[in-house]
């Protein structure tokens, strides 16, 4: 199985600030198509959890342009430009590229 | 609007079974793949199985092959998880999402299986 590892686990920041969340995976994630089989995931408190990130670096609909996602084969980013209160939640990333799909384990963004 | 809603879940003993089942609308049910995953505090997040549009094909994670089983009815928009044989390890909440893009673009508001004597 592809093992997804985050970093941080814990991510306190003051509104306003920018915020950025590292993923790393156990194998390359870019497909033939050069498409990285990549996502984010945010849940925030008390819901389930809506994508933000999808194919490495797409904004999925409805997400603020404040969030963007980076990086290919193993290692990739998540870039939050200015945190905002309601950005407070857990951060997953995932991939889809080989069954069974695999998540990280979380980080969690804090207000300071 | 898109909808997933899931019911089914429960308590149930060492051994037991459920099936969830998850109503969805506002899209095209019968053209989209679908999955089940499922969330617990120790582990997070772990997928648990993927169907195509026509039900040709499923996927499962290992731990639940033989177990779960994935299915739908794309005339009634439903899906569903059948879960045999529980373990105290499959307790978890859990939701059905689309899978659009090799990525879950929406996602049910799950429910609690709980397996305990």
């Known amino acids: 199985d592809i093992v997804m590892t985050q970093s941080p686990l814990s991510l306190p920041v003051t509104p306003g600030e920018p915020a950025s969340i590292s993923c790393r995976s156990s194998?390359?994630?870019?497909?033939?198509?050069?498409?990285?089989?990549f996502d984010w995931y945010v849940q925030k408190p008390g819901q389930s959890p809506q994508l933000l990130i999808y194919l490495g670096s797409s904004r999925a609909s409805g997400v603020p342009d404040r969030f963007s996602g980076s990086g290919s084969g193993t290692d990739f980013t998540l870039e939050i430009s200015r945190v905002e209160a309601e950005d407070v939640g857990v951060y997953y990333c995932?991939?889809?590229?080989?069954?069974?799909?695999?998540f990280g384990q979380g980080t969690k963004l804090e207000i300071k | 609007e898109v909808q997933l809603v899931e019911s089914g879940g429960g308590m149930v003993q060492p051994g037991g079974s459920l099936r969830l089942s998850c109503a969805a609308s506002?899209?095209?049910?019968?053209?989209?793949?679908m999955s089940w995953v499922r969330q617990t505090p120790e582990k997070g997040l772990e997928w648990v199985a993927n169907i195509k549009p026509d039900a040709s094909e499923e996927y499962n994670v290992g731990s639940v092959k033989g177990r779960f089983t994935i299915s739908r009815d794309n005339a009634k928009n439903f899906l569903y998880l059948q879960m045999n044989n529980l373990r105290a390890e499959d307790t978890a909440i859990y939701y059905c999402a689309r899978l659009y893009l090799n990525a879950f673009d929406y996602w049910g508001q799950g429910t609690l299986v709980t397996v305990s004597s």
């Open positions: 194998q390359s994630l870019l497909y033939s198509n050069g498409y990285n089989y």
């Open positions: 506002g899209f095209t049910f019968s053209s989209s793949w």
């Open positions: 995932m991939q889809a590229l080989q069954i069974p799909y695999t």
